[in-house]
């Protein structure tokens, strides 16, 4: 069973950056997607941003431009940097790792909250 292990989360003043990180115990190239999920009180869990085992990129409009996912092979690590944060991007940070035809592996998350 593949383990992810989020970290880099925190307190951040609106406008300010994070980064998170995703340590995978497996190879990352077991899966056809990495990603990074939000879910806010109260609401669904939702997609932030992936990234494929070739490394083509997705984005939820609402993080384009700010937020940008990336991922060193090597290490078998994810990343998620996350700049010019705003209050409405606070939540609890999923790493997701995706293979076709297979369940989704979860971690267990890394809380972001940003002040105004």
């Known amino acids: 069973q593949v383990q992810l292990v989020e970290s880099g989360g925190g307190l951040v003043q609106a406008g300010g950056s994070l980064r998170l990180s995703c340590a995978v115990s497996?190879?990352?190239?077991?899966?056809?997607?990495m990603g990074w999920y939000r879910q806010a009180p109260g609401r669904q869990r939702e997609l932030v941003a992936e990234?494929?085992?070739?490394?083509?990129?997705n984005y939820a409009d609402s993080v384009k431009g700010r937020l940008t996912i990336s991922r060193d092979n090597a290490k078998n690590t994810v990343y998620l940097q996350m700049n010019s944060l705003k209050p409405e991007d606070a939540g609890v940070y999923y790493c997701?790792?995706?293979?076709?035809?297979?369940?989704?592996?979860w971690g267990q998350g890394t809380q972001v909250t940003v002040s105004s």
């Open positions: 990234i494929s085992r070739g490394g083509s990129t």
């Open positions: 497996g190879s990352i190239f077991n899966f056809n997607y």
């Open positions: 997701n790792a995706r293979l076709y035809g297979k369940s989704p592996n």
